[in-house]
């Protein structure tokens, strides 16, 4: 296993269910992390629970370019180069297909596919001079296997997922990896706003989810983790 002392790390999402817990894990096992999110306020108090240096955190929108621009020029004013880019950000749209508005299916792709793209656009190009790397996102499961009522999500999931592969096939000369982790249900704060009956007590717990993230991270150095599924033990999708 690679270790993280000393890593420079990019988080993105790190107010999230997910990145909240993440963080202290990077953090202890000695990462150099910055961290980014859509909220000022949940961002600093997170920084000022770890104590982490208020010029490693950027509020941005990754879905917007000049903020995605900003973050770079910021992210390299303070970090010599980037080891790791993890992106826990995204939303969740679960609706039946006619009650999906065009404004729904936009704001998927948007945040779930283009601000993702905008990221490695980003920061792949000093991995590139670097000619290393490591690349993690998170279709989770409806990335995988589609469900009812998830048409924008699987959309847009779908979409990163060929995305990366096409980027990888642009990369395969170098020692760049990619990532992708298919996370089942998590209890999180995702499902707060999704119309949906769910049964939060049999999911993965956030926690875990972090660990699992934290776990790919340090990746041996002699291969890689294509994809890792991780699913609630009583509701097995793949």
């Not at 000022?40 to 941005?60: C, D, G, H, N, R």
């Not at 395969?172 to 982790?181: G, V």
């Not at 999911?203 to 990746?219: P, R």
């Not at 002699?222 to 033990?233: C, D, R, Y």
């Amino acid at each position: 296993m690679e270790t993280l002392k000393d890593k420079c790390v990019l988080l993105t999402g790190a107010t999230g269910g997910i990145g909240s817990k993440l963080l202290p894990l990077l953090h202890y096992a000695g990462a150099r992390v910055f961290i980014t999110g859509r909220n000022q306020e949940k961002l600093a108090a997170l920084a000022a629970s770890l104590k982490l240096p208020a010029q490693q955190m950027f509020v941005a929108d990754i879905s917007q370019q000049e903020e995605v621009t900003a973050l770079k020029n910021i992210f390299f004013s303070v970090f010599e180069n980037i080891d790791i880019v993890i992106n826990a950000a995204g939303i969740g749209i679960i609706k039946p297909i006619e009650q999906l508005s065009t404004n729904d299916f936009l704001k998927s792709i948007e945040y779930n596919l283009l601000a993702p793209f905008l990221l490695i656009q980003a920061f792949l190009p000093a991995m590139k001079q670097q000619r290393k790397g490591l690349l993690i996102n998170i279709p989770g499961v409806l990335g995988k296997v589609p469900m009812a009522g998830a048409a924008a999500y699987s959309a847009s999931k779908y979409g990163l997922v060929g995305m990366m592969q096409s980027i990888r096939e642009e990369v395969k000369r170098t020692e760049i990896r990619f990532t992708n982790l298919y996370l089942g249900g998590v209890d999180s704060p995702f499902w707060d706003n999704i119309d949906l009956r769910v049964q939060k007590d049999k999911m993965i717990v956030a926690e875990e989810a972090a660990k699992a993230i934290w776990f790919l991270c340090q990746q041996p150095a002699s291969g890689v983790v294509s994809e890792m599924v991780l699913q609630p033990f009583n509701h097995q999708a793949i």
